[in-house]
Nanobody, 124 residues
């Protein structure tokens, strides 16, 4: 079992940066694919970024490529999402998710564990 706790959200002006953290407990963290997703009221949950078990493969949704960077530190059981050049449309609740059997990063239903989310608000 894996428990996930996100932190680092907040209010930032457009063009600013935030770094989200996802701290995990549980022995399966290092063997789990980690994904970041986001959701705004009335919209479906959206895949943002994913990272492989070793950290060697990262993938991003098109709207954040070149601005967001996902990384992980398996020794610290933590995954990060560095978000630069933030835009108002990045405003959402951001969730991290973990899954030991994920085969496609963007498939939210393949993830077994989810955090409680952290709010990111980007003002124009």
């Amino acid at each position: 079992q894996v428990q996930l706790v996100e932190s680092g959200g907040g209010l930032v002006q457009a063009g600013g940066s935030l770094r989200l953290s996802c701290a995990a407990s549980g022995r399966t963290f290092s063997t789990s694919v980690i994904g970041w997703f986001r959701q705004t009221p009335g919209k479906e949950r959206e895949f943002v970024a994913g990272i492989s078990r070793s950290g060697g493969v990262q993938t991003y949704t098109d709207s954040v490529k070149g601005r967001f960077t996902i990384s992980r530190d398996n020794a610290k059981n933590t995954v990060y999402l560095q978000m630069n050049s933030l835009k108002p449309e990045d405003t959402a609740v951001y969730y991290c998710a973990a899954g030991p059997t994920v085969t496609a990063f963007a498939r939210g239903y393949e993830y077994d564990y989810w955090g409680q989310g952290t709010q990111v608000t980007v003002s124009s």
